[in-house]
């Protein structure tokens, strides 16, 4: 059972672009978290998300970010017109419950936004 | 969630015992401490979790005070792959809230 797939690992993006970023949770897990950590500071929580509905988004900027976790396929963060600010890892978990500590993080995005 | 207090770097001998302190004096009866460590360019990882009883699991020992104020986390013989930042967190996991809250945690470094 192959852990959680975050892709790319690495992205680069000029000021205005679009940016992104999928998730692809454990086999059997139908709840995803994503989380934002800018360099030298601890992950901050951005949005939950079960199977085509999105449980708390209480983390997630009010423009520019959006979230989905469709029936089929992986979860997607999407970020328009990135500004430099959004330059972070972004780092997705996925569990098969909402039981935290039952949760697995994958390995992260990098986004550079030059 | 209820606020944590981490030193924020600790070194460690390899092959000795590290143990990690947490205060956590706003602490609520319904509170669990929970303890995640980041090793370097990777996601955290769940160690291990309790409720006022001391736990122990294959990676770590967890020791809560009597009062809940305060825990350590004990790796009790590190190797230098336990080399990571180590967050504590409290929630109560019946809020129907699931979402995780870390702070700046404690980066342990371990020596050889």
């Known amino acids: 059972n192959a852990g959680v797939m975050q892709n790319p690992r690495h992205l680069v993006r000029r000021r205005g672009q679009e940016a992104r970023l999928r998730c692809s949770p454990m086999?059997?897990?139908?709840?995803v978290y994503w989380y934002r950590q800018l360099p030298e500071e601890g992950l901050k929580f951005m949005v939950y998300?079960?199977?085509?509905?999105?449980?708390?988004e209480s983390g997630m900027p009010k423009e520019r970010f959006s979230a989905e976790f469709p029936k089929e396929g992986p979860s997607i963060l999407r970020i328009q017109q990135v500004v430099r600010g959004d330059s972070a890892a972004y780092f997705c978990?996925?569990?098969?419950?909402?039981?935290?500590?039952?949760?697995?993080f994958g390995p992260g995005t990098r986004l550079t936004v030059l | 969630d209820a606020k944590t207090t981490q030193p924020p770097s600790m070194d460690c001998a390899e092959g000795r015992a590290a143990n990690l302190p947490c205060n956590h004096s706003t602490i609520s009866g319904n509170e669990y401490v929970y303890w995640y460590r980041q090793i370097h360019s990777q996601g955290p990882q769940y160690i291990i979790h309790g409720l006022k009883n001391n736990e122990t699991n294959e990676m770590a020992s967890l020791i809560i005070t009597e009062d809940r104020k305060s825990s350590t986390l004990i790796l009790p013989h590190a190797t230098l792959r336990d080399t990571a930042v180590y967050y504590c967190i409290v929630r109560d996991p019946n809020f129907g809230n699931e979402k995780l809250t870390f702070g700046t945690g404690t980066r342990l470094t371990i020596i050889p």
């Open positions: 978990a996925s569990s098969p419950a909402p039981v935290v500590g039952a949760e697995f």
């Open positions: 086999k059997g897990h139908s709840h």
């Open positions: 998300l079960q199977k085509e509905n999105i449980i708390d």
